[in-house]
């Protein structure tokens, strides 16, 4: 079955650089069509997507965040990493990340999600 | 970027009734329209696809349709694990923006 969980400091400090680890399984980030997106939400806000790699190493990002994001993955691992500079309060929020199939254009398995606050 | 724009930001019904949510977006996203329900403390869990395609393990009474650039979510008689938060996202075009979101509270 499908899983994912994400990993990574619950707390960092204005101006570091916050890296998050999604580690997968029941499927293969080398396969055709299988994607993985990471998604955050402020806490009692809506949820922002904020980049997606794809199997072939295609690799979008949120434009008012692509100045500070980078998506990599680690396949032989199942993994799925996200960096993001300059961490400010207002970065503080939950992140998740989830699988995307060009099957369903849907996300149809995430995480539980990780809390990053940022003080 | 694509903007979408759902409404009601919250809505109170009650056990039993019809209940409609929509999402517009600010250009054409063919059918590239999904549609999520988030309970507090958890993650988000897909409900319909591609506009109308219900999600495997989904009750029927949930579903989607389209009318150009609107889409609707309709839950046909609301049970007491349906209050939540549902989001609409599209998945069009990156970045795959989400709507705002609708809070469904019990009246």
């Known amino acids: 079955q499908v899983t994912l969980r994400e990993s990574g400091p619950a707390l960092v400090k204005p101006t570091q650089t916050l890296t998050l680890t999604c580690t997968f399984s029941?499927?293969?980030?080398?396969?055709?069509?299988?994607?993985v997106s990471w998604i955050r939400q402020p806490p009692g806000k809506a949820l922002e997507w904020l980049a997606r790699?794809?199997?072939?190493?295609?690799?979008y990002y949120s434009t008012s965040l692509k100045t500070r994001l980078t998506i990599s993955k680690d396949t032989s691992k199942n993994q799925v990493v996200l960096t993001m500079t300059n961490m400010d309060p207002v970065d503080t929020a939950t992140y998740y990340c989830?699988?995307?199939?060009?099957?369903?254009?849907?996300?149809?398995?995430w995480g539980q999600g990780t809390p990053v606050t940022v003080s | 970027d694509i903007q979408m724009t759902q409404s009601p930001s919250s809505l109170s019904a009650s056990v039993g009734d019809r209940v409609t949510i929509t999402c517009r977006a600010s250009?054409?996203?063919?059918?590239?329209l999904n549609w999520f329900q988030q309970k507090p403390g958890k993650a988000p869990e897909l409900l319909i696809y591609?506009?109308?395609s219900l999600q495997s393990g989904v009750p029927s009474r949930f579903s989607g349709s389209k009318s150009g650039t609107d889409f609707t979510l309709t839950i046909s008689s609301l049970q007491l694990e349906d209050f939540a938060t549902y989001y609409c996202?599209?998945?069009?075009?990156?970045?795959?923006?989400f709507g705002q979101g609708t809070k469904l509270e019990i009246k």
């Open positions: 989830a699988r995307l199939t060009t099957a369903l254009m849907g996300l149809d398995y």
């Open positions: 591609t506009a109308s």
């Open positions: 996202q599209q998945s069009y075009s990156t970045p795959h923006t």
């Open positions: 790699i794809d199997w072939d190493d295609d690799k």
């Open positions: 250009q054409s996203i063919n059918s590239y």
């Open positions: 029941g499927f293969s980030l080398s396969t055709s069509g299988m994607c």
